[in-house]
């Protein structure tokens, strides 16, 4: 490894609804060299350690993807490329990544399929109308795009292995 090239970190980010919980799993289920971490799944200690429920304490967020930087940090200098799900935009992260290099990519789906996702969890119109404001950001900002509403789980899970692959090449 280059020791001046910065520690390369993946991030995969969507809006809610966009399949990123189920693009995990796929991913899982596959043979690859890299470290897969879904920033949902911290949320219930980190509230129990804050003692407050970080999904709604605002306040709370910057410091949880300060964590979250710093863990995958560590995860790089050992060799192993970290990949990062959460409904994270560049300017959430901007600032917090002294040392690391933050590859993009979003997976995404139509509006209409997005408020069928998130009406079968039950969400609130308000909640959905957010969801679909935090969709239209994202496609602003990032460029690489995966459609989950036109690809299955697995189809979705064997483009993101190629695209990791191309990341760095220590890492395949």
Known sequence: MNPFR?????II???PGSGKSTAVQALGKLEHPYLIFDMDNLLEPASTLTRTDIRTDTQRWPAYRKLWLEFLKQVAQNRRLPVLFG?????DLSGLCDGLELHYLLLDCSDNIRQRRLQQ???????????LEDAKLLRSEIDLQFDTGSSSPEQIADNLDKWLKTLNPTFR
Not at 6 to 10: D, E, K, S
Not at 87 to 91: G, I, Q, W
Not at 122 to 130: G, L, M, R, S
Request: hydrophobic letters at 40%.
């Open 6 to 10: 910065p520690l390369q970190v993946a």
């Open 13 to 15: 980010t969507g809006a």
């Open 87 to 91: 409904p994270l935009d560049k300017s």
């Open 121 to 131: 969890r039950e969400w609130t119109e308000a909640q959905i109308t957010e969801a």
